[in-house]
Each structure stands twice: as C-alpha cells, then as structure tokens.
C-alpha cells in the first residue's frame, strides 16, 4: 500500500521523465532540421512551378506539378545518362571486386601492409593528381568519352574502397574454416573461392554497393573524361543548368531523382558506409 | 616472403609505362576523307549526301536559331546534324577538353575570336578555311564573302589563315525600360555621371534595380571596356603590357565596382550574363548595359515581360571619350574533324546572306553581314544604337595570347571594386599579374 | 599446376592489385613529375618544351594565386574539420542512449555523407540565392538583412564551410557513436560510485576512451577536406573573384581551362607533397598518442 507521499513522488518523479523525453526529442528535432532540411527543399522545389519558385519566399503550401520531373526524363536524354551512370558504375564496381577482393584476402591473411598502404595511399592522394595525367593519357590514346576511360579511372576510387572494407572483414575470417579447408586438401585459391568467399557474402554486398554509390557520385573524374556520349548523371545535372531563368525546379528534379537510387542502395549498408568513409579503419 | 611481389612490382612497373607509351604515341591520325579543298566540279549542296556532323556551341540565340532552322539545311544537304549546346562556361570547357585530346568527335564549333584565336591558332585548333572558300566547287557563287566587310573579316584573319567566320556581332549596349525611366522623369544618360544619378533616383524608392552589368570575375572584363576607354586607359599599351593601372584606369574600375555596389542587384560579384538577362526579362532591372546579342531574348515576348517596355542607347560617355565596343561570335571548323566538307556546307549555309538576313529579321540576332536587313518591328533605337556604336566601336578584349587567364587576374580587381575594397591596389596587382602571365607565354 | 599457384598464392592475390597501382597511380605520377618540368599547352602541334625546374621557381616566387589558394584550402580545412569534430562530438554524446526511433535517426544521419554531391551542391546553390533562396527568408523572418551569401567575397568562404559541415558532421558523429558503443562500463560504472558528475565522467572518462577513435574519423576528414571539388565547382567555381579558389580548384582551372598542363603538373606535385606531408604528420601524432 502506498502512502499519499509516496504516490506524489512517483507522479512527479514520471511527470520529470515525461518532461525530460520530450526536452531530449525536441532537442533531437532541433539538431536533425538543418540536416534533413535540405532535402525537404529539395523535394519541396522539384514539385513547384517555376511561378511559386520566383515569388520569393519559401513556402511548404504550394499547388504541386509534375511539369519539372516530365521536363527532366522527357526533356533532356535522362535515360541515357542513367544508363552511363549505370555501366559506369556497374563496371568500375565488378572490376574493384575481382581485383580488390584478392587484394584485401591479402593483405588480410599474408600481412602485407605494404601493399595495404600503397591502396590506401590512394585515397590519400587528390584525385586531380591522377585526373591530369590520365586525361592527356586518355587523349592520346582517344579515349575520352569512352566507357572504358570512366571505368578505369572511376577504379581509382572503387578499388581502395572495396579493398578496405574487405580486409577487415577478412580479418575477422574464422581460423578454423580456412585450417579445416586445408586438411581436405583444397587449394588456396580454391579455399579463397569456395569458402572465403561464400562466408563473406554479406560484407562483399556492402563493398560492392559502397562502391557503386561512389561512382555514382562522382564527378572530378566524369567532367572531365565523360564527353556527350557517356555524360553520367552528375556531369549531365551540372552541364545542363540551362543559361537565362536558371529553371530551378528542373534541377531539383533532377538532382532528386539522381539520389533517390543511392539513399535507398546506402540504407542496405548502413554500418558499412561509415567503415567505407572513415577509411576501413574502424570496426565493428 | 616479399621478394615475389618486389621483383613483379619492378618487373610491371618497367614494362606497363613502356607498353602504355607505345600504346599512346601508335594511335591516332586516322587518313579521314579526301582534302574537300581540292573537290572538283560543279558547286553542288548535295555533295556530301549521307554525311553526319557534330556541332558544338554554347547556348546562346544564334544557336537556338540555328537549331530551329536545321531540318532545311538537312533537306537542302542530305547532311545530319548534331548540334550540342551547353552554357558557356560549361561549353568553354568542355571544348578545351575536346580540342586538346584531338578529339574527331568534334567537326564545327562556336568560337569568340578575340577571346579564343590567338591562343586556339597557337596550339593548331582551327582548319583554315581560306582554301575552302576559294574553291569555286565548294562555295556557292551566291555566297558573297565581301559582304562582310573588310574589318570583321580582318578580325577572323590570323597569320593568313581564315580561322572562323562570323555568326554575331555585338557591340556592348544600354538597355533600359523607357517606363520606369519616365517614372522618374528621367533623360536617358548620356554620360557616366548622368547614369550614375539617374540610377540613384530610380534605386532610391528600391522598386527596381537601378543599374546592372556583370560582376562576375573573367565575364566582367568585356562590360569593363568601355569604362577604361572612356575614362582614358586602355588595357595594354603598345608593348603588349598592362596599361588599366594608370589614375585614369583604377578611377574606371572604381566607378565600375562603385555604381554596382551602390545600385547594382544583390551579389552582383556572381552576376554573368545569364543571371542578368533573367532579371531583366523579370522586370526588376531598370537601366543595364550588356552585348548587344541579348536582344534576342529581351524582345522575345514568350521569355521577357519587358519585350514592349525596352530600349536601347549607345553606352554613356566618359570624361575622356565616347567610345564604344564589341565582340563577336563566329564558326569555325576543327582541323581533326573527318567531315571538312560538310562542315563547310554547314558554315556556308549557317552565314549565307540569306539565311544572316533571316535570323535577324525573324530572331534578333544579328550577323556580320552589311546587306542584311533588321526586322520592321525591330525598335529603331536599337538599330541606331547598334550601328552607330559598332562603327566606332574597340575591341572589349586586349589582343593578347592567354586571354582567360588576364581576364581572371583582370576580373579580380572587379570583384575588389564592386566589394568597396582598396581598387588602387587590387588593379596595380592585377597589373602585375597580367605582365606575369603574358610574359610566361611568350 | 595447383602446386605452382599455391606456392605464389601471395603474388597470385596481389598481383592484379599491384598492375592496377603501377599503372593506374605510380605511372601518371611519374608522367606528371615529366610534365612538371616542362611547358606544355596541350598542343596536338607542338611537343612539351624543357623548362627544368622553371615551373618550381614560379610557384615558390611569383605565384602570388599559389599561396592565397594554399592558404584558403588550410583555412577551409581546418575550420570545416573543427566545428564537424565538436558538432559531431556533441551530437553522438545526444544519441547515445536508448530512445524510440534511434535507427531512424542514424539512418537518416547518413543522408548528407552519401547523396550526390553534385546534386546537394545545386540544392545549396539555390539556398545561397539572394534572391530566391531560403537562407536570406530565413534571415529576413528574424529580422535581420538579407546576405549575399556566396556572391560576397568576405564570406563566401565560410558558406562552403557550412556545406562541408553540413554534409560531413554525420561521419564524426556515427563513428564517435560506434565508439561509445564499444566502450567497457566498469570505468563507468567506478566512476559513478565515486559520485564523479554527469559532466566529469564524459570528460574525464568517456572521452579519453574514445578519442583514439574521433581522431581517426578526424585524421580522415583532414584529408579529404583539402581535397574538397564538388561543391565549389557547383556553387561558386572559385569565386567570387578568387575567395573561394582553393588549391583544387586553382590547379584545375590551370590545366583546363588555361591549358598550362606543365604548371599544372608542378602544382599537382606540390599539392600531393603538402597533402601526403599533412597526412603523415597527423598519422605519426595519432600513432604517438595511442602507444603513449
């Protein structure tokens, strides 16, 4: 049986904690708005006229229209660039797989820092470092605005992302698989193939996706090398602001549509990204 | 345990550049097609039936013009035309990207002759078109080259060659709304000081913008020269170096940056022509000096609420001149282009007396042709405006080989004026930076 | 044959790797030392011209652009990554604790970090409009005047800065988060028996703990921030004048745009020196403070 007393101070004491939840979820409003807010516009703005986008202030109240979205994937060759993002991205992604996944297997199981660090030192350098000189390369050979070109240099990016995601993951490969593959005789590579490979699936995905998001975001590399045949998305976004009224909406559009594929594929591996972009170094 | 990997680390890295640089210098000069400059035989638009060309320009009215018109030169032909078209600075770039990789993907191209010839001639971007037009099989006798004149001609002529030919001539013009104007019961100035007053009063109430023209670094340097001109400096002296920083120079800079600040749109530090044109076909620009090639876009009635309240004036007059200037955009046809013939059809029909004389009477934009008629409805003062100013006009770029890059250094002492910043020093300083860099490419 | 495989398994695994880092990284480098030491316009007609190191000269004694560049790429740097590494800091110490809707919160967290930069670049560039964007209603709302934002050279700068932290605060939250996560609580735990404050354990035990970690996170971002292209090539190209000309995009305009590719070359050098000299130093004191 409880006193009056006590009663009271259970009432206060949940008054406090309701106070306190609300105090922290305000607060968590408060810190994720800016974040969040640009997309809202974004969104927002590719669903206004061009009229309600001139009248000077931002308002969420609007009659919304579509005109902007049919202006960009009937308008211009949005498919097209679609599909270049895509090969680009697709191909850069599978050639950083075959070639990182070894790597990373590498590094991980035979200790070779060194090759780890040349890789890493890869992201280090800037990428107009390699940008230059592959660009007068490419133009000799001409290779500029060709699939192969993005590829290759796209790979610049690719690959020491993926080769770092993996070692850790190959890192964290059971002992025990790899001696028990051995003691049924089967081959390094045959190990590497048919267990290692199988067991890792899942940290493979997130290597492959994180790389084709890179691709898909980049742009250093496409401006320069994508010509009018392989423009990606990025590029085609940014060569098409179309001079006199800066048609806003269009770009809103655009730029909303080229995100929407990479938010939903990052969501798939969220814990990965931030292994991915802090350099593999962290984990779990 | 890593001598394998070190001696195929040695062993790849000797041979993979090796392979690669043979690779490099093997490809490339593909025979192309027979010299069309030696074609033979009757002039005959059809000669090159069947032929594809690419095109590439920046978006401006000559190329939408242009645009609309091709399915006729495409009947006229039997050629196929792709006609690219991005903003400027993004065309500017990816040209150059094109060009220095020898890209044959590229046959015609846009060009500003005093923004891009010396340079462009330099590093070998231009066919020379002289043997072309004199090829009596591949010229039209209709084609009526003289009629050009003999200055703009003259201005595609570098070392001999005919690098470009001409597809719009523009002088820098006054734009103004003849309503608001008279609003404030105002003259149209004629005089810097006068512009600067009227464009207080109209400011003053905050209705409109008083006075726009460019304030963004390299595109400012062209709206600049009329101001240098007429407050008595020029750009370079007759040594080729940096003549703007004289008292006369930095007294135009600053009365360029000071009317901007005091009644020039918001951030005007990032306004080119496109962000301008915009607001002025908006209606909130009351007074605005740019090339005359907007006027394309300003009388257009489906893109500018203004095309029934504009007209137009030569630029005012200094305290030391009156001097006025122009630019111009031509064609030119890239030397790794497999398709010379065609583009040459293609240049032809684009700047015939004709089809010059069609676009400025149908679209406002005008070519370099003498016999070329405007437009009935065309407002007679810009007419007047323009043929007066054009023949009197200077170049609004200083003859020199890096133009970009002076312009940047240029653009910068803008930037500082329009900021209210110290404009003696920011212009001495781009002085110096302007004899810097024309020295290095000399 | 297996046998053969095996015995090199090391150089199998690796070699495909190396021949990508040889050719892909180690030759153009090599090619862009070549270049560096010689005028070259990028004519198809005239070959590169030996200058020595004629391009070195310049840019350590008349290259004024140079060294405004180099410092607003510091500048941008060190303020971007300052206030993403406090912000963050505080943000991860806000989430971590169990509330309703924790996993939408990190997802939506991501956002920033991985949408196309290009394409958040524009939405900002809209932002900044003086005119239309939302930043100046937003100024006027409060009552204050509208900015130029971006087209005012006095603070164009610090707008990129405002994107940068606004796209990249999440990272040093989310691995600060990962690494208050992984902490062990029996210090925590002594620490609240000892009656230590809320404030006194995050200061004087939490974030020791987890400060290896931050700075990893932080190291990271040092090196990417100078790097920075995206967003300033979209939303102000440098400008206005030069007040956002950072090394990146100096070096960039000078190869593509003035076509000095042999100053091009000896720029890019440097900048890589000064890039990897930052990264070696920030690790060697990473490496010094974790065996310490």
């Known amino acids: ?284 | ?442 | 044959m297996n046998d053969v495989i095996d015995r090199h398994v090391k150089s199998v695994f690796a070699t495909p790797a190396v021949a990508f880092v040889v050719l892909m990284m180690i030759f153009p480098i090599a090619y862009t030392l070549y270049l560096s030491l010689h005028d070259w316009y990028g004519s198809t007609t005239s070959p590169p011209t030996f200058v020595g190191v004629d391009n070195y000269v310049r840019i350590f004694s008349n290259d004024p652009r140079f060294w405004d560049a180099l410092g607003r790429t510091l500048l941008f740097t060190g303020l971007a990554v300052s206030i993403q590494t406090v912000l963050g800091v505080a943000i991860a110490v806000l989430l971590h604790r169990q509330f309703a809707g924790r996993g939408l919160v990190r997802s939506l967290m991501l956002l920033p970090m991985i949408a196309t930069p290009v394409a958040v670049a524009l939405v900002w560039r809209l932002l900044f409009q003086p005119e239309l964007g939302l930043l100046n209603d937003m100024l006027m709302a409060v009552g204050l005047s509208p900015s130029a934002w971006v087209a005012d050279s006095s603070i164009a700068l610090f707008c990129l800065v405002l994107v940068d932290v606004w796209e990249w605060t999440s990272l040093i939250t989310l691995v600060t988060l990962s690494g208050l996560v992984a902490l062990p609580t029996e210090p925590m735990e002594a620490a609240v028996v000892d009656g230590a404050s809320a404030w006194q354990r995050f200061w004087l035990i939490t974030l020791p703990m987890v400060r290896p970690v931050i700075v990893i996170a932080v190291v990271f971002r040092l090196i990417e921030a100078l790097k920075t292209f995206d967003p300033i090539i979209v939303i102000t190209q440098g400008g206005p004048g030069f007040a956002t000309e950072t090394l990146n995009i100096y070096i960039y305009n000078t190869a593509f745009q003035y076509q000095q590719l042999g100053y091009a070359s000896a720029l890019l050098l440097v900048f890589f020196a000064i890039v990897f000299t930052l990264a070696a130093v920030t690790l060697s004191f990473r490496r010094g403070k974790a065996s310490s």
């Open chain 2, 1 to 442: 345990m890593t001598s394998t990997t070190t001696r195929t680390t040695r062993i790849l890295a000797i041979l993979l550049p090796a392979a690669l640089l043979t690779g490099a210098c093997g490809s490339n000069d593909g025979a192309g097609q027979e010299n069309p400059a030696e074609a033979t035989g009757e002039f005959d638009w059809q000669r090159y039936s069947g032929t594809e060309i690419r095109v590439s320009s920046l978006q401006f009215p000559w190329q939408e013009a242009i645009a609309e018109r091709l399915p006729e030169f495409e009947e006229l032909t039997g050629i196929t035309v792709a006609l690219d078209a991005l903003p400027e600075e993004q065309f500017r770039q990816r040209l150059q990207v094109e060009m220095t990789s020898g890209s044959e993907d590229i046959d015609v191209f846009a060009t500003s002759p005093q923004n891009d010839a010396a340079r462009f001639v330099q590093l070998g971007w231009y066919e020379d078109l002289n043997p072309m037009l004199s090829n009596e099989s591949l010229t039209s006798p209709d084609y009526d080259f003289a009629d050009f004149g003999e200055g703009l001609i003259e201005s595609q002529t570098y070392d001999g060659q005919l690098v470009s030919l001409p597809t719009v001539v523009e002088t820098q013009i006054f734009f103004y709304r003849p309503s608001v104007l008279e609003q404030y019961d105002l003259e149209v100035p004629g005089t810097i000081d006068e512009l600067e007053s009227a464009a207080a009063t109209i400011s003053e109430d905050g209705e409109v913008i008083g006075w726009a023209t460019r304030g963004k670094r390299a595109a400012a340097v062209t709206q600049i020269a009329s101001f240098l001109y007429n407050y008595g400096a020029e750009f370079i002296d007759e040594d080729g170096q940096a003549a703007f920083d004289t008292p006369e120079g930095v007294e135009a800079f600053q009365t360029y940056g000071d009317l901007l600040r005091e009644y020039g749109p918001a951030g005007s530090a990032n306004n080119s022509w496109e962000e301008l044109l915009a607001l002025f076909q908006q209606g909130q620009i009351a007074m605005w000096a740019d090339n005359s090639g907007q006027v394309a876009s300003v009388l257009d009635p489906e893109v500018s609420s203004v095309a029934d309240d504009v007209e137009f004036a030569p630029m005012p007059a200094g305290p030391a001149g009156d001097a006025q200037t122009f630019f111009g955009w031509s064609a030119a046809i890239s030397p790794e282009s497999q398709e010379k013939g065609a583009s040459w059809l293609f240049l032809q029909w684009a700047t015939s007396p004709e089809m010059v004389e069609e676009l400025q009477v149908e679209a406002d934009v005008v070519g370099g042709r003498e016999s070329a008629e405007f437009a009935d409805d065309t407002p007679e003062s810009f007419i007047d405006a323009f043929q007066s100013s054009l023949a009197r006009s200077r170049s609004q770029l200083p003859a020199v080989i890096p133009v970009p890059e002076v312009r940047d250094a240029i653009g910068q002492a803008i930037v500082v004026s329009i900021e209210g910043g110290d404009v003696e020093a920011a212009v001495s300083t781009a002085a110096e930076e302007f004899n810097r860099i024309v020295q290095a490419q000399q």
């Open chain 1, 1 to 284: 049986m409880m006193t009056e007393t006590q009663q009271q101070a259970r009432r206060a004491y949940r008054r406090r904690a309701l106070v306190r939840t609300a105090g922290f979820y305000l607060l968590l409003a408060f810190v994720l708005a800016p974040f969040m807010f640009v997309f809202l516009y974004m969104v927002a703005t590719s669903f206004k006229s061009p009229l309600d986008i001139n009248s000077g202030s931002f308002t969420l109240w609007f009659t919304p229209t579509l005109d902007n979205y049919r202006d960009v994937l009937l308008g211009t060759d949005f498919l097209a660039f679609t599909v270049n993002s895509l090969v680009v991205a697709g191909c850069s992604t599978l050639i950083a797989l075959v070639i990182g996944l070894p790597a990373a297997f590498a590094i991980a199981r035979y200790k070779m820092p060194r090759l780890g660090a040349v890789i890493l030192s890869s992201r280090i350098t800037p990428g107009i470092a390699f940008l230059i000189p592959w660009f007068i390369i490419f133009s000799q050979v001409g290779w500029i605005d060709t699939y192969q070109a993005l590829i290759l240099s796209h790979l610049l990016v690719n690959l020491p992302l993926v080769t770092y995601l993996m070692v850790s993951f190959f890192e964290d490969f059971p002992e025990e698989l790899l001696d028990s593959a051995a003691v049924d005789g089967a081959s390094a590579v045959g190990t590497f193939v048919k267990v290692v490979l199988p067991v890792t699936r899942g940290g493979i995905a997130s290597a492959a996706i994180l790389g084709f998001v890179f691709s898909w975001n980049n742009f250093l590399f496409s401006v320069v090398i994508a010509g009018r045949d392989t423009r990606t998305l990025p590029v085609a976004v940014f060569e098409f602001m179309s001079y006199g009224s800066i048609n806003w909406g269009a770009i809103c559009a655009a730029a909303t549509v080229m995100t929407l594929p990479v938010i939903v594929l990052a969501l798939l591996v969220q814990r990965h990204i931030v292994e991915g972009l802090a350099g593999g170094s962290l984990k779990g």
